[in-house]
C-alpha cells in the first residue's frame, strides 16, 4: 500500500519567557492573540497526564513552572513558559547554527505593529523591506519582543509571497 503524503498543519510554537504575565500581557494587546488559558502553575508530579509529560520532556531537574496557551487569528497555538529561577538572558539571534531562529506573523499594516512593538518595549531589528519593489507591495521586517524573542513580520501570506504570479497589478 502506497503511503499518501500531504503537508501537515501547524499546531503551536512554545516560548520561554522570563516573565509569563508580562508575556501574555504583550501578546494579547500588541499582537492581539486571544488567552486560551491564562497563567497557570505546573508541579512536578506523576498523578496526572500533564505531570508525566513534564517530566518525559524536562527531565528531573524541576519542581513547577508557569504556562500559559494563547491563540492567533487562524487557530495556531502560542504556549509560553516560565520557569523560576530561570536565567533571564536574551536568547542569542544565531541564525546560521542549526534549530529555529525565528516565526513569523503576517499584518497588513505593518508600520503601525512595528511602531506598537517598539512602543510597547520591543525592537526593531531593520528597516522595514519590500520583497518585490515597483512589483508586488509585499513587506517584510525582523523585530523583537520585549524578552528577546525575534520574530518576523510579513504584509502578506507566506504563499502569496513567494508564489509566482500570485499578485498581478492590475
Not at 87 to 110: M, R
Not at 118 to 145: L, T
Request: with cysteine; glycine share 6%; net charge negative.
Amino acid at each position: 500500500m502506497e503511503e499518501k503524503k500531504y503537508p501537515r498543519s501547524f499546531s503551536h510554537i512554545g516560548i520561554t519567557v522570563p516573565d509569563i504575565h508580562k508575556a501574555v500581557a504583550f501578546y494579547k494587546e500588541v499582537m492581539g492573540w486571544y488567552i486560551i488559558m491564562p497563567p497557570s502553575i505546573v508541579k512536578k508530579e506523576n498523578d496526572t497526564a500533564i505531570g508525566i509529560m513534564c517530566i518525559d520532556v524536562f527531565g528531573e531537574d524541576w519542581e513547577t513552572f508557569e504556562i500559559a496557551h494563547m491563540s492567533t487569528s487562524d487557530g495556531i497555538g502560542i504556549e509560553l513558559f516560565s520557569f523560576p529561577n530561570m536565567k533571564n538572558d536574551k536568547p542569542e539571534f544565531s541564525p546560521f547554527s542549526t534549530g529555529l531562529f525565528h516565526f513569523s506573523v503576517q499584518d497588513p499594516n505593518i508600520e503601525d505593529l512595528v511602531a506598537k512593538i517598539v512602543e510597547c518595549g520591543g525592537k526593531q531589528r531593520m528597516p522595514i523591506r519590500e520583497y518585490y519593489p515597483n512589483e508586488k507591495p509585499y513587506k517584510m521586517v525582523y523585530v523583537e519582543d520585549p524578552f528577546g524573542v525575534v520574530f518576523e513580520i510579513y504584509t502578506h501570506s507566506y504563499e502569496m509571497t513567494y508564489s509566482t504570479g500570485a499578485y498581478q497589478n492590475i
